[in-house]
Nanobody, 127 residues
Framework: QVQLVESGGGLVQAGGSLRLSCAASGRIFSNYIMGWFRQAPGKEREFVAAIRWSGGSTYYADSVKGRFTISKDSAKNTVYLQMNSLKPEDTAVYYC????????????????????WGQGTQVTVSS
């Protein structure tokens, strides 16, 4: 189990950029997967992006491909989500997640596939 703390949310105008950070405490093993979900008011949690700790392969939701980039800094146990060309529909609480498997598993967009969740950080995009 890892503890996840997000930061970097805020208010930005449409077309702007934000970078979210997620600091993970505890040891991160090579087969771990870390990622981001988001939840807008009145909607279900939605997968955004994920990254495999070993090798760095990534996976994105179609709605953010080409605009968002997930990356990691292994030395800092930190995952980032660079969000560019933001749209009002990107407004949501963004959650950092981790899949803490000791064995290689496929990256999944299902919320049930992740073991640990952060508290979330609010991102608001004004039109």
């Amino acid at each position: 189990q890892v503890q996840l703390v997000e930061s970097g949310g805020g208010l930005v105008q449409a077309g702007g950029s934000l970078r979210l950070s997620c600091a993970a405490s505890g040891r991160i093993f090579s087969n771990y997967i870390m990622g981001w979900f988001r939840q807008a008011p009145g909607k279900e949690r939605e997968f955004v992006a994920a990254i495999r700790w070993s090798g760095g392969s990534t996976y994105y939701a179609d709605s953010v491909k080409g605009r968002f980039t997930i990356s990691k800094d292994s030395a800092k146990n930190t995952v980032y989500l660079q969000m560019n060309s933001l749209k009002p529909e990107d407004t949501a609480v963004y959650y950092c997640v981790a899949k803490t498997s000791l064995h290689a598993v496929a990256i999944t967009p299902a919320a049930s596939g992740y073991d640990d969740w952060g508290q979330g950080t609010q991102v608001t995009v004004s039109s």
